[in-house]
């Protein structure tokens, strides 16, 4: 059951990166060429072998980071990100608010694309972002406060699920329980078109808000430079 939520979890991931376009295939690997600058090889193997994995890592460019799906934590001191799930069928009541706000148009996604830089400390890609605004499956919101914008967060729809990502609040807006709400209304929405689970991938930081919210581990999404 975890192996199979798992994989789904992986395949609506990579459907979004490939979504951000320049994806090429060398040597039975896939490359971004922009970013998000992600390496990654056969879309559904979990545990792959140390032999795999050499060759891979081997023949990934410089600046592009390889990515592995691992279902136990690495040993290695590698950057992982926590594939979790959450099912909504039989969630309660969640009453609407203010709490987040969809981006409609390209100045806002420009705003949104600022914002999120700035609250991961790195440059988001608007070129990249772009394709991902215009496929049907994607929706942006800003995560907001007193009217404010102080985060970003998209989800995208795949099947029964609701992905979401890129969901970050700068310092102005931390500890306000801003993401909680936010992933609250997220929830909200995702039951008004009858989805069934909430899917992510969540960094150390993010990890206990997550599991606050009812979200469970699947396994491990590793990147190496």
């Not at 320049?22 to 032999?51: A, M, R, T």
């Not at 991961?120 to 496929?135: C, K, M, N, P, R």
């Not at 007193?146 to 102005?172: P, R, Y």
């Amino acid at each position: 059951m975890v192996e199979h939520a798992f994989k789904e979890n992986i395949a609506h991931l990579l459907s979004l990166w490939h979504c951000y376009g320049s994806v090429v295939k060398s040597n039975g690997l896939y490359i971004h060429e922009k970013w998000p600058n992600k390496v990654w090889g056969n879309e559904q193997v979990i545990d792959e072998s140390q032999s795999t994995f050499n060759t891979n890592r081997a023949d990934t460019p410089d600046g592009k980071k390889y990515v592995t799906f691992k279902s136990t934590q690495p040993n290695d001191d590698v950057s992982s990100l926590v594939a979790m799930n959450k099912s909504i069928m039989d969630s309660p009541h969640i009453t609407e608010d203010s709490s987040i706000r969809e981006v409609t148009n390209e100045l806002e996604l420009r705003h949104w694309v600022n914002l999120g830089s700035q609250g991961f400390g790195y440059d988001i890609e608007l070129a990249s972002v772009e394709h991902a605004f215009l496929d049907a499956r994607s929706t942006f919101y800003f995560i907001e406060h007193h009217a404010e914008s102080l985060g970003t967060v998209m989800t995208w729809h795949e099947e029964n699920d609701i992905g979401i990502h890129q969901m970050t609040v700068v310092q102005k807006g931390r500890g306000k329980g801003l993401a909680a709400r936010a992933l609250a209304q997220i929830e909200r929405k995702a039951h008004e078109v009858q989805a069934q689970t909430l899917s992510l991938q969540a960094s150390r930081k993010g990890l206990n808000i997550y599991k606050r919210a009812g979200f469970n581990s699947l396994g491990y999404i590793s990147s190496y430079l």
